[in-house]
């Protein structure tokens, strides 16, 4: 007799996994979604549609359709001005009583498709002790070059995150499943004031709710993970302009969420990054105004031997950490200067989060 057989004899029920999938205009997506929770080898026992109002009402009633008709319970979120971060927060103060301490919640994008063993690996996780586990992504097909750039990004943050057992800053929004528990002990601390105060278990006020959820998680003494068997597929953004607002949501975001629990044990690694990626923006900006008064003046350049050492094992380098997507990808980033003007791209987003936060400007999603 296994142990949840003997639980269920003796009159307590094994631990539940409840699926919350906050979702709002994802009318293309959300059935694949529903078609990889079914899919799952350690199958979820609920699955919840939480849906906001759409101003155009036919998606909205498309959204609840398919839902139902994938098994799925679909309620709707009432007065949520506050987004994915409202939305949840809602769905949660309905669930969180009707379950127990051992229950656990993932919450996931519904453009997030999950990989079969996603629900069996993060619970056994939780099962071990943590309080949170999340995952890694993959990004999806499409984009053109901004798409293979952000693909190459996410191969080579789920490496690093592998190379580390697991270890992350920030568990991803995409999907994460959490201890029931742990999500009481946020609530009960931000009611006494031990964590930043908050309308739920989300933090509406700030512009990255998942980073900051962590850094409570952290603050709380839970510990999380992100192992490297509980993957996914989620969407890339499509053009530049898109990219570069949902990352600049990201940096300024995580940079406020640092100053709101400011610099302790929890934080302290964030702060680091932080600085090495200002410092990384400032010689950038240096080496590319350098190149470029020494081509307006006519001055001669001279590149010394170390630097092409440099240049070479850069560009092994770059091959070797996304070599998993393929040896095209590979021989691709081996050219570096288009990878390089990518990462300019987003040191420039940093530096214009730095410049926003500094000057208050007004937050944007």
């Known amino acids: 007799m296994n142990r949840s057989e003997d639980r269920e004899l003796s009159g307590v029920r094994p631990p539940m996994v409840v699926v919350l999938v906050p979702a709002y205009r994802e009318v293309d997506s959300l059935g694949h979604v529903l078609e990889a929770l079914r899919s799952q080898t350690r199958p979820p026992d609920r699955i919840v549609v939480t849906l906001d109002p759409h101003r155009d009402e036919e998606r909205t009633d498309t959204l609840e359709r398919m839902g139902r008709e994938a098994g799925a319970e679909v309620w709707h979120s009432v007065g949520n001005k506050h987004k994915k ?18 229950d656990a919640v993932l919450v996931q ?41 952000q693909r190459n990004e996410y191969a080579r943050y789920a490496r690093d995150t592998k190379r580390k057992h697991g270890k992350v800053l920030c568990l991803t929004g995409t999907a994460c499943l959490f201890k029931v528990e742990a999500l009481r002990d946020v ?10 105060a908050a309308d739920g278990v989300y933090d ?11 850094l409570a998680l952290k603050h709380r003494g839970w510990r ?28 300024r975001g995580a940079l406020e969420n640092l100053f709101d629990y400011g610099l302790t044990r929890h934080t302290f690694e964030g702060w680091v990054r932080q600085l090495i990626a200002f410092l990384g923006a400032t010689v950038s900006a240096l080496y590319v105004g350098s190149v470029l008064w020494f081509a307006a003046t006519g001055a001669g350049v001279r590149i010394a031997p170390f630097w092409l050492a440099f240049t070479g094992f850069y560009a092994v380098e770059r091959a070797i950490t996304v070599k998993a997507r393929g040896w095209r990808t590979a021989m691709f980033s081996m050219l570096v200067v288009p990878e390089w ?12 989060a730095l410049t926003d936060a500094a000057l208050h400007r007004e937050r944007t999603w």
């Not at 971060?85 to 009707?98: E, F, K, Q």
């Not at 619970?123 to 071990?128: I, T």
């Not at 509406?204 to 962590?214: A, Q």
């Open 85 to 102: 971060a409202g939305n949840l927060n809602g769905a949660l103060a309905r669930l969180l009583p009707t379950l127990s301490d051992e």
């Open 224 to 251: 999380i993970v992100a192992p490297s068997r509980a993957t996914m597929t989620t969407e890339v953004m499509v053009t530049w302009r898109d990219l570069g607002k949902q990352r600049l949501r990201w940096k």
């Open 204 to 214: 509406t006020k700030v512009l990255t709710e998942d980073n900051e959820l962590t």
């Open 187 to 196: 609530l009960d601390a931000r009611g006494n004031g031990r964590l930043p």
């Open 109 to 149: 994008d519904a453009d997030t498709y999950l990989d079969p063993h996603f629900i069996e690996v993060t619970h056994r996780k939780l099962l071990q002790g943590y309080g949170a586990v999340g995952g890694n992504f993959r990004g999806r097909a499409g984009g053109g070059l901004c798409g293979v750039f």
């Open 341 to 352: 003007f990518y990462d300019l791209f987003l040191q420039g987003v940093h530096i214009r």
